[in-house]
């Protein structure tokens, strides 16, 4: 009874279908669409309780239900030969959407895209061109997919040219195999040849610009490095700007270990479903090609398979310098994948901050924090920062406060050193402020600032900073102080793995 109750909580709990996603309110109806379809009739069963359901473990029924979900809802002629891939309309929708909400949130300030008309790029758009052809007929945005096999590259194409409403939007974009890069080659870009790796497929040939070299320990990324064909890296030509990038990777390292769902025939052969070091590793480089292409796209996004690889690939992404961090879990029926995004472009909180050096109050979010730590581990360090440079800080641990007092001498030592934020002890002061040194410090040549940390919500921390007096010394100085301080924090609490 108690297990019962547990996992209907459990499902109360998982996240619903996208509130804009076609499918949320109105699931496919199987007995209308075989009434309007007549190839699509004998795949239809019906309960005895007169329930249609089809037998998702026939290919074929799966197939031809995305095929007529496509023309039915879409207005979308589409066919994959049999074997590959095949997509499930309600659950790939749920990508668009989440990055509909994305690039509508303005977390990231819109810098990229020209007349407000949203383009992305496809990693590994597979026969079936899902993606391209649900954000092109959605949304009308622009797509570059990318893919490496020959039976991708001319299906995707076939599927995009039996939908001239919608062709011009995308292309599709061939990455050549024979291009397998290690870490090390990848670094050193001559040697791989990077410039010679687009086929750009029927469209004007352009050279791709000379790409700088990583500023990664790849050695780092364990022993299963992805050693199979560039994914963005020797892709993206060096003048393209995408508002995001967005890919269903191989999630497996051997077909053995994706197995066969016995409930589900969804195909996919094992050029799409495996990889060497399997999703991990695939996005791993992924995130290693945004380092190095962190001005060509706003946002970088990746489905992920197993919530295991979420952590891992969030760390890095801390690792590498990210600005922001989102997840989200796609659920359909039994199935639930995560999606990861990131970028490197500055948030728009942190750009207002930048944008205005002479203001009073500033503050940034530390996101991805560990859980041990806490809003009460981040103030200390922001004690600790100060202490460090000879500061005299007062912390409050009620108001979660600390209370800096400074000379223009104590503001200078800050400006010319850059000391790190330790782990070392802090003594603790008394939250109260008693003494009349305290109240005198914050006149005449003598300033004070006041930085709170609040927590927003689990793993997510706000720190601000404000200007006590605004005729101090420190005052001119704050935003460069402030902005070092988020510099430390971030080195401190975002570096590390989670
Ligand atoms: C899991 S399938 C996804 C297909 C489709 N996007 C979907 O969601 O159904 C992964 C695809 O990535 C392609 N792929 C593998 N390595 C790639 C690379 N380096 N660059 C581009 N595509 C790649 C595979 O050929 C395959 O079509």
Redesign the pocket.
């Known amino acids: 009874m108690g297990g019962k109750n547990k996992k209907r909580k459990r499902e109360e709990d998982r996240p619903a279908i996208h509130p804009n996603n076609k499918y949320a309110e109105n699931p496919p109806d199987f007995a209308h669409l075989a009434s309007l379809y007549p190839s699509f009739e004998p795949f239809v069963q019906y309960s005895r309780y007169g329930n249609p359901r089809i037998d998702w473990t026939d290919f074929n029924a799966t197939r031809e239900l995305t095929r007529v979900l496509l023309l039915h809802d879409h207005a979308l002629n589409w066919w994959i030969p049999d074997g ?4 499930t309309v309600p659950n ?1 929708s749920n ?1 668009i959407h989440w990055l509909e909400d994305l690039l509508s949130s303005n977390i990231i300030p819109n810098t990229i895209s020209s007349g407000g008309k949203v383009r992305g790029f ?10 391209p052809l649900l954000g092109a007929s959605l949304l009308g945005w622009s797509f570059v ?5 020959d039976v ?1 590259i001319e299906w995707a194409e076939k599927n995009v040219n039996s939908n001239p409403h919608i062709s011009e939007l995308i292309e599709i974009r061939r ?1 050549q ?1 024979d291009a397998t890069t290690s870490s090390e080659e990848r670094l050193h870009g001559e040697e791989s040849g990077l410039s010679g790796e687009i086929d750009l497929c029927s469209r004007t040939e352009t050279e791709v610009e000379p790409l700088p070299i990583l500023p990664l320990d790849l050695n780092s990324c364990e022993n299963k490095n992805y050693h ?4 963005l890296v020797g ?1 993206v030509r060096g003048d393209e700007k995408f508002d995001f990038c967005m ?5 497996f390292e051997s077909m053995e270990e994706g197995g066969l769902n016995p409930k589900t025939s969804c195909g ?2 094992s ?3 495996v ?1 060497s070091g399997g999703e991990k590793a ?1 996005i791993t ?1 992924i995130i290693e090609d945004s380092t190095v292409l962190k001005h060509s796209f706003r946002w970088f996004t990746s ?1 992920i398979g197993r919530k295991s690889n979420l952590k891992y690939l969030i760390s890095k992404l801390w690792e590498v310098g990210v600005t922001v961090v989102k997840t989200t879990e796609f659920v359909q029926g039994r199935t639930s994948r995560w999606g990861l995004a990131w970028s490197f472009l500055p948030t728009v909180q942190q750009k207002s901050s930048n944008s205005l050096p002479n203001k009073n109050t500033m503050s940034f979010m530390l996101e991805g924090l560990q859980r041990q730590h806490g809003a009460i581990n981040v103030l200390e360090n922001v004690k600790s920062y100060f202490s460090s440079h000879g500061l005299s800080c007062t912390m409050n641990t009620s108001s979660f406060t600390v209370d800096v007092v400074a000379t223009k001498d104590d503001c200078d030592s800050i400006l010319k050193n850059e000391l790190p934020i330790t782990n070392q002890s802090i003594d603790y002061q008394p939250a109260k402020k008693t003494s009349n040194e305290s109240s005198a410090n914050l006149s005449c040549d003598r300033s004070g600032l006041r930085l709170s940390v609040f927590q927003q919500i689990p793993g997510t921390l706000l720190v601000k900073g404000s200007v006590q007096d605004r005729n101090s010394p420190l005052s001119g100085a704050f935003s460069v102080i402030f902005q070092k301080l988020e510099e430390a924090l971030r080195n401190k609490f975002c570096t590390k793995s989670v």
Do not use: H, K
């Not at 590959?84 to 997509?87: A, G, R, T, V, Y």
């Not at 496809?122 to 993606?131: F, L, M, Q, R, V």
């Not at 199979?228 to 994914?231: A, E, N, Q, T, Y």
């Open positions: 590959q891939l095949c997509p790939r990508y496809d990693i590994g758009t597979g026969a079936n061109c899902i993606y997919g990318s893919d490496i096999t991708a990455v195999t199979g064909p560039p994914i892709v890919c269903n990777p191989p999630f996919g052969t050029e799409e479903m990889c695939f480089r489905m």
